[in-house]
């Protein structure tokens, strides 16, 4: 399907592919809202699952199209992205977005669709304690799904002004040095940099989990005995459910308005990726149209 896109979104995987962590060469950009030009969603307006998947491997046939070795992904592997004025997606990718869903919002549908997929990957208890690690953009996102279980969390970063934001949500936030060792059921870490395994290992009590939710460059350096000896469960995450996102951000139970620091026209890219790189930025939207 052509779709014609209208707002694309800047995150951190986009300043990943710049240092040519992926080795991409195209278009980038993978978060956008836009309206479908062909196919039975023509005239709407779309957000869109960002692999695309052979359809016919033992990971689609198992219901895994995520994992499809062959993968491409939209703006990161293979296949040119959002920040353009088109782009195409196989049909099957295309979710209809709600009228209650403005713009703005519905370019955070693939993040908040990775956060959804915390829930996905392991049960929070209302009774458990947890630590999520990173007060940046997935950090502020997935503590707010985090939240909406009940259980007793609280945020940890560095930055004040983030912090603030949590706290504004109604969510407990705190600077990095204030959380006590084996002090948490479960763990997630959103930081992005290797240095966030080590913290989350010193946080977590034995048999507690560790969530990990980012990616990033490079090898942690972590006590990995501790994993054997506290019988730590260690889990990755990634992409997640384009329903629940739309949900929550249609309803405004995930609330991003405030998370939104600039927008820049397309013809302004360049700036708008240096904008997004300046430490302390949260969201950086495109405007297409
Ligand atoms: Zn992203
Ligand atoms: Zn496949």
Redesign the pocket.
């Known amino acids: 399907v052509v779709i014609r896109v209208r707002k694309a979104g800047v995150c951190a995987t986009d300043l990943e592919v710049i240092r040519g962590y992926y080795g991409y060469q195209g278009v980038m950009g993978h978060e956008f809202v836009g309206v479908a030009e062909t196919g039975r969603y023509q005239g709407q307006r779309v957000a869109g699952e960002i692999n695309l998947?052979?359809?016919?491997?033992a990971?689609?046939l198992k219901g895994m199209?995520t994992h499809?070795?062959?993968?491409t992904v939209l703006g990161i592997v293979d296949h040119d992205g959002a920040f353009a004025d088109y782009l195409t997606l196989p049909e099957a990718n295309l979710h209809l977005l709600p009228e209650t869903l403005g713009d703005d919002q519905a370019v955070f549908v693939e993040p908040v669709a990775a956060a959804f997929q915390t829930l996905e990957c392991i049960h929070i208890s209302p009774h458990d304690r947890v630590v999520l690690l990173g007060d940046g953009r997935l950090g502020l996102l997935t503590a707010q799904v985090v939240s909406l279980t009940g259980c007793d969390l609280t945020v940890v970063g560095k930055h004040e002004r983030k912090l603030s934001l949590a706290e504004d949500w109604g969510i407990d936030a705190q600077f990095v040095d204030d959380i006590q060792a084996n002090s948490a059921d479960i763990v997630i870490d959103c930081t992005g940099n290797p240095g966030g395994f080590a913290d989350a290992l010193e946080w977590v009590r034995p048999r507690g989990s560790i969530l990990l939710k980012s990616t990033y460059h490079g090898l942690p350096e972590a006590d990995l005995t501790r994993v054997v000896v506290d019988e730590i469960t260690v889990i990755g995450s990634r992409c997640g459910p384009f329903p629940a996102a739309i949900k929550a951000l249609a309803q405004g139970t995930i609330k991003v308005g405030s998370m939104i620091d600039a927008h820049y026209n397309l013809d302004d890219g360049v700036a708008a990726l240096e904008h997004a790189a300046t430490p302390g930025t949260l969201k950086i939207i495109l405007d297409v149209v």
């Open positions: 998947s052979c359809g016919e491997c990971f689609c199209p499809c070795p062959t993968r």
